[in-house]
Nanobody, 127 residues
């Protein structure tokens, strides 16, 4: 069974850091684009960050640029999201997702580009 499993979420004070992980299983994702999205209560799912299959290209939402860093370890079939200087508005369920490579990086800011999703991990930032 192909699946993505997120971990690393939790409760943190504003200004703190968390590192999310997303482990893939069932097949190798080394040729996939991997992305992170988030969804806060009452809001639509929004793009956070994306990384190309080789790790050479990344793209971030303006709201997280300079604070979050996406990376991947293809040998471990895992993608990470390092989140620093967290703000209360970062509170959301964070999802990782995988998509076939081949399009421009900006295409992967849209949720419909992805065909495999994890179940999500809750991140809560207190003020």
């Amino acid at each position: 069974q192909v699946q993505l499993v997120e971990s690393g979420g939790g409760l943190v004070q504003a200004g703190g850091s968390l590192r999310l992980s997303c482990a893939a299983s069932g097949r190798t994702f080394s040729r996939d684009v991997l992305g992170w999205f988030r969804q806060a209560p009452g809001r639509e799912r929004e793009f956070v960050a994306v990384i190309s299959w080789g790790g050479g290209s990344t793209y971030y939402a303006d709201s997280v640029k300079g604070r979050f860093t996406i990376s991947r370890d293809n040998a471990k079939n895992t993608v990470y999201l390092q989140m620093n200087s967290l703000k209360p508005e970062d509170t959301a369920v964070y999802y990782c997702a995988a998509a076939p490579s081949g399009s421009a990086i900006y295409y992967y800011t849209y949720a419909y580009a992805y065909n495999t999703w994890g179940q999500g991990t809750q991140v809560t930032v207190s003020s």
